[in-house]
């Protein structure tokens, strides 16, 4: 993914049927260490855009949309675009993947249909090995209480 279409930010989210959150499992790019284990929950307006919509939503001018300005974006503080895929199969949310900034230009039509495809994937491999732990997980760091800290 990061060589189709080169982001200068990625998080992979898992979603915790429990608290109603999504946890980021995986990051890469600016303040990716921060991120990780930080959830967000699943009214969280750009999420639920998403959820809504079944296919990754594109957000073509970061600075002007009210659903970037929150949480985990505060601290990636995307410039060009964004995009926001749901991970779901037959109605069940597993998780999410976003990715912020490409490279050259901004994202398009065509890497919204590739970044939905993408999390389609992921979707089917996370309902095919599922997710088994041991114990349950640590809560995560709440993105308000970061973004707090950085300011």
Do not use: Q
Not at 73 to 96: F, I
Not at 122 to 149: C, Q, T, W, Y
């Amino acid at each position: 993914m990061e060589e189709t279409l080169r982001p200068s930010a990625v998080l992979v989210h898992l979603y915790d049927i429990n608290r109603g959150e999504y946890v980021v499992a995986a990051a890469s790019g600016k303040r990716a260490d921060v991120l990780l284990d930080c959830s967000t929950a699943d009214d969280e307006p750009l999420v639920a855009a998403a959820l809504k919509s079944g296919e990754a939503v594109l957000v073509v001018d970061p600075s002007s949309d009210p659903r970037v300005a929150r949480g985990r974006w505060l601290l990636v503080e995307p410039k060009r675009s964004v995009l926001c895929a749901p991970a779901s199969l037959d109605g069940r949310y597993l998780g999410l993947v976003e990715v912020a900034d490409p490279a050259c230009g901004v994202f398009d039509e065509g890497d919204r249909n590739a970044l939905t495809y993408v999390a389609t994937t992921f979707a089917r491999f996370l309902a095919r090995r599922g997710i088994v732990l041991s114990e349950p997980p640590p809560r995560g760091v709440l993105l308000s209480d970061v973004a707090a800290a950085t300011e």
